[in-house]
Structures are given as structure tokens and as C-alpha cells.
């Protein structure tokens, strides 16, 4: 069970030694409490007098022997005890996905990394608006400086290296999953070149969930049984066009707004069929998003509006999103004549 209180003006005793409870004081501090620390269990260690009778007593198991008595007395006298992990000994790294953009597709593993981290280093795709609710730590926007340029993949990298050697928890969120096209491997390289302690949690990618967003299965029985995805960054060339073109399976495009046009005429001059479907998913899972639903014969006039973020399908499955929405419309139609019909 998980319980939200205001600690606002709360006298909160932080228990353990400073180090292993820093993390502990400072998620107290954000949350508005009044914090008293105390370091050693016989006080010998203190900055200041202590509040006589705490709101509540965060206890952090930093290893110490000799606490039991100060918490028991805490407990007889009715104060509440938070236990409290002690914060790591030496800073590390988390690569997080963070999925399409939507808080409900973080994973729990994502939200202990961010509830645990001293610094969030985020990207332009990450799940950013909501961020400040689901930790305390320090927001640095790497996707993005004052001059609205990238912050470049190596300066990303050496602020990751830097803080974790400063002892902090750091925590790297990214778009989707980390590992698709979005540069996690060499972020876990460099922390390992620097022996940095690292770990990846994998994310929800947006190539299967954003086609999942307009109703779009990039697998369907006896339509697809396979999918590729493909970077869009940049052209793809003419062998690649042939082998696409002749797997026969979905194709499931990220990054691929600006290539559209050399894409699609690369698939047609590789002998797939123009009538083939093809949509394109704007911005999954967040606010506006939309799906052009068009023909590998015209999509690029189709699509002449769409603009990054934004998934590319390619293939039968986009009909099955279509037959499945018609068929939902049709059912809403007639739920709407029955009612109408029995009002009259
Ligand atoms: N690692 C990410 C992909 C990074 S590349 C993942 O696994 O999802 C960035 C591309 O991802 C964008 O150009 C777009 O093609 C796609 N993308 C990410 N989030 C998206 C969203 N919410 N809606 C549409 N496309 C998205």
C-alpha cells in the first residue's frame, strides 16, 4: 500500500548516518518537510536541537548498530517510522526508457529509478511534463539548450560521467526504449570506459506502441508475421529498398518524415505493390495526436502536413486497425439507432 501525505511544515526526523542518508533528506526537503537530522543513535552528532515529538521519524538503515532503542522509544510514544534505504555508496548511472511520452506507459522500474535519482538528465522525447512530480531530483534538459540547439551526444555523455563521479545517482531518461535508435549503447559504453556502474531499463518503444496508438497490430495472423523497423534518418539505399520491399512482412518506420518521399519511391521502384497501405501516427499517446491513413501510391501527398514525432506503418496490418475501426463505428451506429429507436 502506498500512502500520500502533506509534510508541508512537517518536523521530520531523518535518522543514519549523513551519507547513507542524503538521499533521504533531500526527498524530505522537496517535499516541503521541516528536517532534523540525526546521525549517530546516541546524538552525540547532532546540528541543532531536535523537535521534541517529530511528525515522523524517517529511519534510514545506513548499517549502524544501536538504533532499535531510539526507534522504539519513537514507536511507543506513538510516532509514525518511515524505513528509509540507505543511498548507494558510490554514484552510478540508470538508463531509463521512458516510452511514447504517456505516464501510464513508464515502467515501475522507471519510477523507482526517477524517485531514487539526485540528477535526471532528459531528452525532447522523454515523458518530461510530469517529471517534477515523480522525483525530486535536479531536471537537466539535454535535449534542448537556451539556443534551442542538441546538447551534443559527447557533452551528454561527459555530464553523465561527470555527476556520477560526484557520488551521484544519475539517472538517464530517454524516449521509448533506449536501445532503439536511441544512442544507449554508447551512453552505457562511456560509463563503462570511466568504470562507472551502469543499468538499463528497457522502455515501451514507440515502434510497436505508437502503431498500437491508432489501433495498428504490427503483427496479425495469416496478414503479417513479421516486422522490420527502420530508421528514417536517412535514405536508405537501393538494395535496402529490395530486400523491404521483398520480405513481404510490416515496415515500421521512426525518424522517417523526412525521408518519406525517397522511401516510399524507393519501396514502389522495388516492386511493391502502390495499393499497399501506409499510416502515419503523429505524436502517440500525446496530446494531438493523429493518424494519415494513405496508399504507398500517394502518401506522400497524403502526408505533405505530418511532422516528427511521428510513426510510419507500412503494410496489410494498417487495414486491420481500419476494418476494426469501421466495425466499431458500425457497432456505435447501431447502438445510437437502437437508442434512438427506443426513445421514440
Ligand atoms: N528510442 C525511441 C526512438 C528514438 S528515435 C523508442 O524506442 O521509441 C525518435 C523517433 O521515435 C521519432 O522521430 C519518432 O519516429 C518516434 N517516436 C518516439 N515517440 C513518439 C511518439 N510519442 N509518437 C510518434 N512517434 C514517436
Not at 517529530?54 to 538504533?67: C, E, K, M, T
Not at 539505399?237 to 522511401?263: R, S
Request: glycine fraction near 12%; aromatic fraction near 4%.
Amino acid at each position: 500500500m502506498q500512502l500520500t501525505i502533506d509534510l508541508t511544515g512537517r518536523d521530520v526526523l531523518v535518522t543514519g548516518s549523513a551519507h547513507a542518508a542524503r538521499q533521504a533528506v533531500r526527498r524530505y526537503e522537496a517535499a516541503g518537510a521541516a528536517v532534523y537530522r540525526l546521525s549517530t543513535p546516541d546524538g552525540a552528532d547532532t546540528d541543532g536541537p531536535l523537535p521534541e515529538r517529530p511528525f515522523l521519524v524517517a529511519a534510514v538503515d545506513d548499517g549502524q548498530r544501536g538504533w532499535e532503542p531510539l526507534l522504539d522509544r519513537c514507536r511507543e510514544a506513538g510516532i509514525p517510522i518511515a524505513s528509509e534505504p540507505a543511498a548507494g555508496e558510490s554514484g552510478h548511472v540508470t538508463l531509463v526508457g521512458g516510452g511514447p511520452g504517456s505516464l501510464e506507459l513508464l515502467t515501475v522500474g522507471a519510477l523507482t529509478a526517477l524517485r531514487d535519482a539526485d540528477v535526471v538528465f532528459y531528452d525532447r522525447l522523454a515523458p518530461q511534463a510530469e517529471l517534477a512530480h515523480l522525483t525530486s531530483a535536479e531536471l537537466v534538459d539535454v535535449g534542448k539548450s537556451p539556443g534551442h540547439h542538441k546538447v551534443a551526444q559527447r557533452d551528454i555523455e561527459k555530464l553523465m560521467v561527470d555527476a556520477a563521479l560526484t557520488g551521484k545517482n544519475v539517472v538517464r531518461l530517454k524516449g521509448g526504449d533506449p536501445y532503439v535508435f536511441g544512442r544507449g549503447g554508447e551512453e552505457v559504453s562511456a560509463c563503462v570506459r570511466t568504470g562507472i556502474p551502469v543499468r538499463v531499463i528497457p522502455g515501451v518503444t514507440s515502434a510497436i506502441s505508437v502503431p498500437a496508438a491508432a489501433g495498428i497490430p504490427v503483427t496479425h495472423r495469416e496478414v503479417s508475421h513479421m516486422f522490420t523497423v527502420v530508421s528514417g534518418h536517412a535514405p536508405l539505399t537501393e538494395k535496402e529498398h529490395l530486400h523491404l520491399a521483398g520480405l513481404g512482412g510490416t515496415i515500421v518506420v521512426l525518424m522517417g518524415i523526412g525521408t518519406l518521399p525517397q522511401l516510399a519511391a524507393g519501396l514502389r521502384r522495388a516492386g511493391m505493390d502502390h495499393a499497399t497501405p501506409v499510416a502515419v501516427v503523429e505524436r502517440g499517446y500525446r496530446p494531438g495526436q493523429r493518424t494519415t491513413i494513405a496508399e504507398l501510391g500517394t502518401i506522400e501527398t497524403a502526408a505533405a502536413s505530418c511532422a516528427n514525432p511521428a510513426v510510419l506503418v507500412i503494410g496489410e496490418v494498417v487495414r486491420v486497425a481500419e476494418c476494426n475501426r469501421a466495425h466499431a463505428e458500425a457497432t456505435a451506429d447501431l447502438d445510437r439507432l437502437a437508442a434512438s429507436l427506443f426513445e421514440a
